[in-house]
């Protein structure tokens, strides 16, 4: 059984940092992408960032870019999500993602919560102004 265990979040200032981390056990094989998505109160759950198995094709939102970071941790079944100057907009649950294994190693993985089939248990970010 896939499981995807998410450190707690926190409550921080606007302006400051924050990393979550992911991990994932139970998966057979490789070559799994992995995201991020969060989803505020009262609004449907948005795409943050996504990582390839290699780890050399990420994607990021708009809103995101050039403030966070996914990256993978020390072995593929972790991943990490380093966010820097943080907004009170970024207050919302963040949930870690796994897709199912994908057919080739040079896609990118995907920005639709439909494209992934393991999801973490949700860590409470709150950025206050």
């Known amino acids: 059984q896939v499981q995807l265990v998410q450190s707690e979040g926190g409550l921080v200032q606007a302006g400051g940092s924050l990393r979550l981390s992911c991990v994932a056990s139970?998966?057979?094989?490789?070559?799994?992408?992995m995201g991020w998505f969060r989803q505020a109160p009262g609004k449907e759950r948005e795409f943050v960032a996504s990582i390839n198995w290699s780890g050399g094709k990420v994607t990021y939102v708009d809103s995101v870019k050039g403030r966070f970071t996914i990256s993978r941790g020390d072995t593929k079944n972790m991943l990490n999500l380093q966010m820097n100057s943080l907004k009170p907009e970024d207050t919302a649950v963040y949930y870690c993602a796994s897709t199912r294994p994908m057919y080739s190693t040079d896609e990118f993985a995907g920005v639709s919560s439909v494209d992934y089939a393991y999801w973490g248990q949700g860590a409470q970010v709150t950025v206050s102004s």
């Open positions: 139970g998966r057979t094989g490789s070559n799994y992408g």
